[in-house]
């Protein structure tokens, strides 16, 4: 496994049955990157972060955080990683300080400075009852024990769920900051706009399986261009099209759309054999690239 990597997974499952779970993840985290899972609810994101905190044990495969078990190892670990599940906590009776201090007496933590100023920084009263706040604010708390004892590995499941976009904002200036300091975040979304502002890489799951991985620059160079095409006379079928290398294309009169992957000078060398009136493109967006690689 690479010496870099903070996290690595080897053919990491979970089988849950019906065809749910995580299935034969191959991963490598680097250390001091922050890392993006997106995928829509129910691809598998939790069960691969509930895996590496050891909270479910694995059907196979296997994963290691800084050169450590997962598994074995778990215990040592998780003193180095600040964890953020998909489910708000639950602590009925008690303030959001109390939850907090309780947590940072079990991770011997002396200077609660830092509590102090996250709860400011989310606008979080910790004096409030922690069953009456909303699912925002339980978030916050949630947030705020995830990064209090400043941790080597953030690992966030959903972090901006209920989180207005100030908050929001606010969060990934502080995973901004951990970065800085050295940290490594792994974060899954559903919203691929939370992970692309910040994350230099992103994996997609979908269905239990990681269909794509790489840098954004890396995703972006796999490009992909819908083209709309004005032809002038006898417009060929659409499987007449598909057969010089076109790929979903649609034909509407005159009007030809299509998708192209990578360079373009193919599909404008298929349409010279043709008399084209109007010719324009445009490039998909990583969301869309992403939307075609679920529903493709």
């Known amino acids: 496994m690479a010496s870099d990597a903070a996290i690595a997974c080897s053919k990491l499952s979970k089988d849950y049955g019906r065809g749910r779970g995580l299935f034969d993840a191959n991963l490598i985290v680097r250390k001091g990157e922050i890392f993006g899972l997106i995928g829509p609810n129910g691809a598998g994101k939790s069960t691969l972060l509930k ?41 009925p009776g008690v303030t959001a300080g109390y939850i907090l201090t309780l947590l940072a007496n079990l991770r011997q933590m002396t200077d ?13 009263n910790l004096d409030e009852k922690y069953q009456d706040l909303s699912h925002g604010n ?26 207005d976009p100030i908050m929001q904002r606010e969060l990934r200036s502080l995973i901004v900051d951990s970065k800085a300091r050295g940290s490594t975040v792994l974060l899954s979304s559903h919203v691929l706009s939370e992970v692309e502002s910040i994350c230099s890489r992103i994996a997609l799951i979908d269905e239990g399986r990681i269909r794509r991985e790489g840098t954004l620059d890396e995703l972006r160079t796999a490009r992909i261009h819908m083209v709309r095409a004005l032809l002038k006379g006898k417009v060929p079928s659409t499987s007449g099209l598909m057969d010089l290398g076109l790929e979903n294309v649609t034909v509407e009169g005159q009007e030809v759309l299509f998708e192209v992957r990578g360079s373009i000078d193919k599909a404008i060398k298929s349409l010279a054999l043709f008399e084209v009136i109007e010719l324009d493109s445009r490039e998909l967006s990583l969301e869309e690239v992403f939307f075609s690689e679920i529903e493709g």
């Not at 296997?62 to 602590?91: C, H, N, T, V, W």
């Not at 024990?145 to 209920?162: A, N, V, Y």
């Open 138 to 163: 339980k978030q916050k708390v949630g947030i705020i024990q995830c990064l209090m004892h400043r941790p080597k590995l953030l690992i966030m499941d959903e972090p901006t769920l209920g989180l």
């Open 112 to 124: 609660l400075t830092y509590i102090e100023e996250l709860a400011r920084r989310f606008q979080l």
């Open 51 to 91: 895996l590496l905190m050891d909270l479910i044990r694995p059907t196979s495969g296997s994963a290691s955080i800084f050169d450590q078990d997962s598994r074995k190892d778990s215990l040592s670990l998780k003193r180095e990683i600040g964890y953020l599940p998909g489910e708000p906590m639950q602590f």
